[in-house]
């Protein structure tokens, strides 16, 4: 996770011959990404980022973690200067509890760290603190930790330098996780408003992403990258549907939101591969309130404006900057983003916390029993060895109890929706051999269902079972 503030447009290499000037856009540096991305991106607003450092010469922390078993904090890096996290600084410091992530550090130097959000005009606070290990992700092989966030988790800052406000121009990126997603208010990042209430329309322009379809939506059934501009989700120009808007459900999602007077534009696309797409580009939507804007210029992360907070997903980094940003110029961050290697160059983890994706807890053996049959449940992840799957190369799950390895079995070797998954002795049969899937989900080779929390549950000691594969939320899981 990073963050990063600053004042102009993204900026990426060009030709000192080609680069030029107008009334609102600056000369663009010669310089590549990843080596120093602060000066492809120009002046930046805010930069949070918990992955990898922006800039080439950026060795400060990333983010803070917090430790529950003493409350201790601890500052998370780089590996090296314009490197990726220190995930192992992380992982030893956590080892045997819970941390959940205090501060995610901006590494603009505008000082534009996001913390806890307080409470606002739609709900109570402080907001919950995300789960430090909920996310795991690679970069080039490299491991690192996103953000994730269950309902009820925000970040926020009020007080920031060098956000575009009015009507000013700005542009926003954020890479995000496109399967983890609900129809919650709102998965945001962006612009909102300094007092955490709902004071018009007009007074955010932030990305959003989710397939509530309570104001705008697009084409298909969501998931769809918008703009929550406040009092309504935009899709395009219309108030309600823009067929144009696609469904977008990449592992990981690059979306872009960008405004100035009187236009603005949604762009998305595929962050491991490819290009960007343009989504919308035109005037302002057509009711009142939104022309001109009225930005106020705090930062948001997993909520809307006025703290509502009933919304999930997972966010790896984002950038804010002022300035229109042009097409070729998101392309060229974009091309910076595929290079980053998200995903790639791991051979995945073998063992460690199996992540329940939607409920942003881990399967767990109830109270660490050696009872045969003990049917497996997600619960608060503690970092303890009910909580720590091991997948063997003869596709098993399991768990060392008390000197006592047990294997993740589908009961009685059931092979139906409904299906018990227990822990048992292991045996080599079918019904405890497992594929963790490049898309998510874990499947039983033996019935080919889904690892699955019964009812999409995200409460502690939900049970796991097996069920049709549907793509929910609650059928994704990352191992480590």
Known sequence: MRASTNQRQYRFPQNPSDAKSDSRRDKLPRT?????????????????ITTRALSGSYSGSLYQVRRSSDNATRDIGVTSAGGYADAAAQDSFCANTTCLITIIYDQSGKGNNLTQAPAGGAAGGPDNLANATAAPTTLNGHKAYGVYVAAGTGYRNNHTSGIATGDQPEGMYAILDGTHFNGGCCFDYGNAETSSNDTGNGHMEAIYFGNIKVWGYGAGNGPWVMADLENGLFSGVNAGYNANDPSVNHRYLTAIVKGEPNQWAIRGGNAQSGGLSTFYSGQRPNVSGYNPMHKEGAIILGIGGDNSKGSAGTFYEGVMTSGYPSDATENAVQANITAAGYGAGGTGASSGPLHAVGAGKCLDVPNGTTTLGTQTQIYTCNGQAAQNWTRTSSNQLTVALGGTTLCLDAYGQGATAGTKVVTWSCNGQANQQWNVN???TVTGAQSGLCLDVTGA???????????????????????G
């Open 457 to 479: 549950s995200t409460a502690d000691g939900a049970l796991a079972e097996l069920w049709s594969c549907n793509g929910g939320s609650n059928q994704q899981w990352t191992l």
């Open 32 to 48: 590549v990404w990843h080596s120093d991305q602060s000066r492809l991106l120009g002046s930046l607003g805010d930069r949070p």
């Open 438 to 440: 490049s898309d998510g």
